[in-house]
Nanobody
Framework: QVRLVEFGGGAVQAGGSLRLSCAAS????????MAWFRRAPGLERKFVAT????????YYADSVKGRFTISRDNAKNTVYLQMNSLKPEDTAIYYC????????????????????WGQGTQVTVSS
């Protein structure tokens, strides 16, 4: 059974940085795409970033492009989201997600494409 556990949320002032971690277990993830989504208060869950585990190729939401970086550590089976230049509108619960994919599957921002989810970690950015 795939298990995803997020770490690293917290409170930070605008302009600051945080790094979220997602520890993945239960499978070999070389055929998976991993992603981060977020849900702001009162809003729907939205796509943030995704990475193809095998090649490291990435895709970002426009709202975080240039500020956030998704990466993975094969040895630790962990996916990271480095968040810089944080804004109050980045305040949300951040979720890690995983989907089984083929070598030709495109990276996807659609949450319905993802098979497994973590429990979420809160990020709060104050002005």
């Amino acid at each position: 059974q795939v298990r995803l556990v997020e770490f690293g949320g917290g409170a930070v002032q605008a302009g600051g940085s945080l790094r979220l971690s997602c520890a993945a277990s239960g499978r070999t993830f070389s055929n998976y795409h991993m992603a981060w989504f977020r849900r702001a208060p009162g809003l729907e869950r939205k796509f943030v970033a995704t990475i193809r585990w095998s090649t490291g190729s990435t895709y970002y939401a426009d709202s975080v492009k240039g500020r956030f970086t998704i990466s993975r550590d094969n040895a630790k089976n962990t996916v990271y989201l480095q968040m810089n230049s944080l804004k109050p509108e980045d305040t949300a619960i951040y979720y890690c997600a995983a989907r089984i994919a083929t070598m030709t599957s495109p990276l996807s921002p659609d949450e319905d494409e993802y098979d497994y989810w973590g429990q979420g970690t809160q990020v709060t950015v104050s002005s």
